[in-house]
T-cell receptor, first 110, second 113 residues
Framework: GEDVEQSLFLSVREGDSSVINCTYT??????LYWYKQEPGAGLQLLTY???NMDMKQDQRLTVLLNKKDKHLSLRIADTQTGDSAIYFC??????????WGAGTKLIIKP | NAGVTQTPKFQVLKTGQSMTLQCAQD?????MYWYRQDPGMGLRLIYY???????DKGEVPNGYNVSRLNKREFSLRLESAAPSQTSVYFC????????????FGQGTRLTVV
């Protein structure tokens, strides 16, 4: 079946860039998403990219999509303590169902 | 704005007990979803309702039932709770099935002992 994979943890220093990576298997995915989950809260949409785009930038966030390799990344520039959270990658398949990764916990070191 | 509201926030059940998790959204969304979140795993879809009056099984429906009471409310029922159902449960809603943002509730932390 379809699968989305992410590393479980990423540790970065405050002020550095964070790059969270995701791979997926569904070649017919339509949209790819990054959601953020803060402790004790539900998930909130951070950004998304349509599958025919290569890149999307939104302030400190840059999403890169390599459709050939089925690789999605989220770069957070100038990482702050408020960016500490779990980041979920998800892809919407051709049946419009969301397939979720396990989430990457971003740890910020002072 | 309330968005998606889930109750209760926490619950402890004994094996074999039943309970219903409630979810309501005030955004006039057509689609509603129930997920469970377990450590080291992505969100897994239990059931969803693409529109009022319809419900469909997701990836892990066994041991659960749902009811789309009206457009606002989508409840999840555990008829006979098992320890394997210990998890954090999230309700979500979206306008439709295309590129629409899913809005999540705060989650229900359920422990079955």
């Amino acid at each position: 079946g379809e699968d989305v994979e992410q590393s479980l943890f990423l540790s970065v220093r405050e002020g550095d860039s964070s790059v969270i990576n995701c791979t997926y298997t569904d070649s017919s995915s339509t949209y790819l998403y990054w959601y953020k989950q803060e402790p004790g809260a539900g998930l909130q949409l951070l950004t998304y990219i349509f599958s025919n785009m290569d890149m999307k930038q939104d302030q400190r966030l840059t999403v890169l999509l390599n459709k050939k390799d089925k690789h999605l990344s989220l770069r957070i520039a100038d990482t702050q303590t408020g960016d500490s959270a779990i980041y979920f990658c998800a892809e919407k398949d051709s049946n419009y169902q969301l397939i979720w990764g396990a989430g990457t916990k971003l740890i910020i070191k002072p | 704005n309330a968005g998606v509201t889930q109750t209760p926030k926490f619950q402890v059940l004994k094996t074999g007990q039943s309970m219903t998790l409630q979810c309501a959204q005030d955004m006039n969304h057509n689609s509603m979803y129930w997920y469970r979140q377990d450590p080291g795993m992505g969100l897994r879809l239990i059931y969803y309702s693409a529109s009022e009056g319809t419900t469909d099984k997701g990836e892990v429906p066994n041991g659960y039932n749902v009811s789309r009471l009206n457009k606002r409310e989508f409840s999840l029922r555990l008829e006979s709770a098992a320890p394997s159902q210990t998890s954090v449960y999230f309700c979500a809603s979206s306008e439709g099935s295309g590129n629409t943002e899913a809005f999540f509730g705060q989650g229900t932390r359920l422990t079955v002992v």
